[in-house]
């Protein structure tokens, strides 16, 4: 990468190279979900979830989680893992310790979590992010 802000394109390729990485029991599992980078979270998102600032938004797992599929359900989208290109540029700016790989990481893994049926609780448990 050069100097200039990571494109859409970057940020997905970091993303797909974690996914990739994944250990063999959580392979079939994500590759079942669709990823998708894009610059904002649409109004309608935010609006659902109650979110004024869009740059608070860096990823969303959209779909059903596995913990929770039936074979009766029946597919109107695929589950996707959206990621956030400007507020994650943002956060990315305001820590100022982490890599752009690194946040990149931790957030299509954490909404890959959600796909596997783990709450924001059951990742805070192993991800001390924050700290």
Do not use: C
Request: hydrophobic letters at 45%; proline letters at 8%; zero cysteines.
């Amino acid at each position: 990468m050069t100097t200039a802000d990571p494109t859409l394109d970057d940020i997905e390729a970091i993303a797909r190279k974690t996914l990739a990485a994944l250990p063999a029991p959580f392979v079939a599992g994500a590759a079942e979900v669709h990823l998708a980078v894009v610059d904002w979270p649409p109004q309608d998102v935010l609006d659902e979830l109650d979110i004024d600032d869009p740059l608070d938004l860096t990823g969303l797992y959209d779909g059903i989680p596995l913990t929770r599929k039936s074979v009766l359900d029946q597919p109107v989208q695929p589950d996707t893992i959206w990621l956030f290109r400007e507020p994650i540029l943002d956060e990315l700016a305001e820590r100022g310790n982490v890599t752009l790989e690194e946040l990149v990481a931790h957030v299509t893994l954490h909404e890959l979590a959600h796909h596997f049926g783990w709450s924001d609780d059951d990742i805070a448990m192993i991800d001390r992010w924050w700290e």
